[in-house]
Every structure is written in structure tokens, then in C-alpha cells.
């Protein structure tokens, strides 16, 4: 079966050709094609991605990344070999989701295909279990996922525990109570006046303060890291950075020093490092997690990574983590999950904030 996935939840627009067959229980996918066209420089000057540009962006580029996509493919663009269309149908921003939805809709008409909705955070959970994201049409079974699984997913707009039960059967235990832990470094970026994604950024100058031993004055609090509950909060950190920004000693211009800069990136870092990690322990021992994955934009940051594997490693079981590549938003894991077909009536991770497709 060729499925082709589109996504374009926030400010990536994305399309994927994948295959995939099973035999003998084994369940094999190939990557044709993928593509991500990322929208950020664009965003950069609002801090934040904005809704209506994302979606006039989308609309704009879907039929010229879909031509090359098939190009790619060796496939003609009036009747390809696809069987399906999977389309991120939530949760995301949604002007943003319709244009994939609607584009999805008008393919389906004129190639005679079915549509299958997908759940983009279950597109990163699956992403993570992919072999290798190189679209070079090599066979590869899936990674084998011990169950019960816990899914960490970590993006721009989500901070979840998720337990699996297998893949489709998921039940979110803790949740962030107001901003996504990628949310907050994009704001703690922006009030430092470093651009537009933030995570990257303070990626880079955390690693630097600790290169150069550059540690900060202030220490930030680690919210809810000793709350017996699996939720989270990332809005009192931000407000912490902001209260620190007010506080520090300024150049005669007005500015932050660079030491300044760098040494809270890096407390900011270890605050969100600490409180990620603690809370995955909790949920690993509570729901005698025999696997963890990680998905969302966020699982790029090198520092968390290393410390996903020692928790890993501590409790001897095994990590998924995406390729740095798609650990950020991308199509192949939505192709991926809509051939899984994983859309059954006990599926509880359900897309909100989106109308549903055909409403
Ligand atoms: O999953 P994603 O691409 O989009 C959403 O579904 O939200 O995640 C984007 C988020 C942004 O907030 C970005 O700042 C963050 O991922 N991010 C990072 C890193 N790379 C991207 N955060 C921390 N460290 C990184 N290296
Ligand atoms: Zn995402």
C-alpha cells in the first residue's frame, strides 16, 4: 500500500511517500519520498508562529512540494500509484490544519482514494519507532515496542505522558497545565531577545556556558517537580526568566551581557531537563513502563537526550527517539501512522482544539 501523508499543523509544510506491507505479522515500510518545507524565518519576526500566515503559506506551497514529491517518486501527478491519503486532521492551529485537510479532500476526489485522519501526536509517537527517515526505498521492518510503552511527547504546543498500552491504545497521564515545554523556550528566547524557534537557540548558548563554565546568577524553580502528580507548568518559569531579565545589570545601551545571556539558557535548560526527567521516572515506576519514547520538536535537544538514555539505561529498557531530522514536525510519520490504521473505536488520544474532517 503507497500513502501518501500530509501535515501542516503549525509552520511546516510536509508531504511523504511511504509503502509499506505485512507479512507474517511483520509489519515492513519503505520511504519513497519526503519533504519538509520549514515556514520559521517567515514566523521569526512575531516570536511565534502566526495562524493566518501559516495558512496562506500552506496553501501556497502544497501543490508545488506535492509536484516535486512526485517527481521525486517517478510518478505521474494526473493518476499516481497512491492507495490512501493521510492528513494530520489535529490538534495544531486550525487554519493551518484545514489547508492540509482540504488539499487532502481534493486529491482524494480527483485520484479516487480514501482519506485517513491522523492524530499528529500519534504521529510522533510512531515517528519514533521508524528504523532509519532516509528516503532511499529500503525495506524496514518497525522497531519491536515492549509493551506498556510511555511516550513522552514534547513540542511547540504539547507536553504529555502518554501510556501505551500498544500502538492506538493510549491514555494521556499527565499533561502541562499551561504552556508546552517547547512553548516556553520559544518565549524565554524571545524575552532575550534571541530569535524565532527559540529551542535551537538556547540549545546552542546552554551548550557554550557550560563549554566556557558560564554558570547563572539566578537559579530558576523547577516547576512541580515534587507535585505527586504526572502534570506540568512551564508558564511560573517563564515568568521567572522575565523577573531575572528585569533584575540583571544592563549595559549603558540597555542590553543584557552575553555571560547574562548564556548562563540562564543554560539554568533554563537544566531547570526543564530536571523537571522532564523527574516526572519520567515517576510514570516509568507507576506504570511499570517496559519502553520509552520520545516525540515533538523538543526531543532535538541534545542535553535531554543524553539523559533519556541514562533513565533508559538505569531502569533496562529500551529508548525510541526520533532522528534528529524528524523529531520535528514532518509527514512521514503521519503517512506512517495512517497506514497503521489505528483510527478504532478505542482510540483515546483524539485530536481537540480542530473540527473533526467531513464537519
Ligand atoms: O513538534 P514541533 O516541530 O512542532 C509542534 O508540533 O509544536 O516542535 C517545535 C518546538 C518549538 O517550540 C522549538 O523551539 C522546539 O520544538 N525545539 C527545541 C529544539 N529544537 C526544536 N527545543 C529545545 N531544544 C531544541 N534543540
Ligand atoms: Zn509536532
Not at 507479512?23 to 502566526?50: D, K, T
Not at 519507532?129 to 511516550?151: E, R
Request: charged share 20%; proline share 6%.
Amino acid at each position: 500500500m503507497v500513502i501518501l501523508g500530509i501535515e501542516t499543523s503549525c509552520d511546516e509544510t510536509a508531504l511523504a511517500l511511504i509503502e509499506t506491507r505485512e507479512e507474517n505479522g511483520v509489519f515492513e515500510c519503505r520511504v519513497i519520498a519526503s519533504l519538509i518545507h520549514s515556514q520559521a524565518e517567515l514566523h521569526s519576526p512575531y516570536g511565534g508562529v502566526f495562524p493566518m500566515l501559516a495558512k496562506r503559506e500552506h496553501e501556497k506551497n502544497l501543490p508545488i512540494i506535492l509536484e516535486k514529491l512526485l517527481v521525486e517518486a517517478h510518478l505521474s501527478s494526473d493518476k499516481p500509484t497512491i492507495n490512501a491519503i493521510a492528513v494530520t486532521e489535529g490538534p495544531g492551529l486550525e487554519p493551518a490544519l484545514w489547508t492540509g485537510i482540504v488539499f487532502a479532500q481534493e486529491l482524494s476526489k480527483k485520484w479516487n482514494v480514501p482519506v485517513l485522519p491522523v492524530n499528529h501526536m500519534e504521529g510522533h509517537i510512531v515517528g519514533s519507532l521508524l528504523t532509519s527517515d532516509v528516503a532511499d526505498g529500503t525495506w524496514q521492518p518497525l522497531k519491536t515496542l515492549p509493551t506498556p510503552s510511555l511516550a513522552l511527547l514534547i513540542s511547540g504546543g504539547h507536553t504529555e505522558l502518554v501510556s501505551i498500552e500498544k500502538i492506538g491504545l493510549y491514555k494521556i497521564i499527565g499533561r502541562t497545565k499551561d504552556d508546552a515545554v517547547g512553548e516556553a523556550f520559544d518565549k524565554v528566547a524571545r524575552l532575550l531577545g534571541l530569535p524565532y524557534p527559540g529551542g535551537p537557540q538556547i540549545s546552542m548558548l546552554a551548550h557554550e556556558a557550560r563549554e566556557k563554565n558560564i554558570v547563572s546568577l539566578v537559579t530558576l524553580p523547577r516547576p512541580m517537580i515534587s507535585s505527586k502528580d504526572l502534570d506540568f507548568s512551564f508558564s511560573g518559569l517563564k515568568t521567572a526568566v522575565l523577573y531575572a531579565i528585569r533584575g540583571a545589570e544592563k549595559t549603558p545601551d540597555g542590553k543584557l551581557s552575553e555571560n547574562f545571556i548564556s548562563g540562564l539558557c543554560r539554568e533554563f535548560e537544566d531547570a526543564v531537563t530536571e523537571t522532564l526527567t523527574t516526572k519520567l521516572r515517576v510514570a516509568i515506576e507507576d506504570t511499570g513502563a517496559q519502553s520509552i519514547i520520545i516525540g515533538g520538536g523538543v526531543a532535538a535537544n541534545i542535553t535531554l537526550r543524553d539523559q533519556f538514555e541514562i533513565i533508559a539505561s538505569e531502569y533496562g529498557i529500551p529508548l525510541f527517539m526520533p532522528s534528529k531530522h524528524i523529531s520535528g514536525d514532518n509527514a512521514l510519520m503521519i503517512a506512517l501512522a495512517g497506514a497503521l490504521d489505528t483510527s478504532k473505536p478505542s482510540r483515546t488520544l483524539k485530536a481537540h482544539g480542530t473540527k473533526k474532517l467531513g464537519e
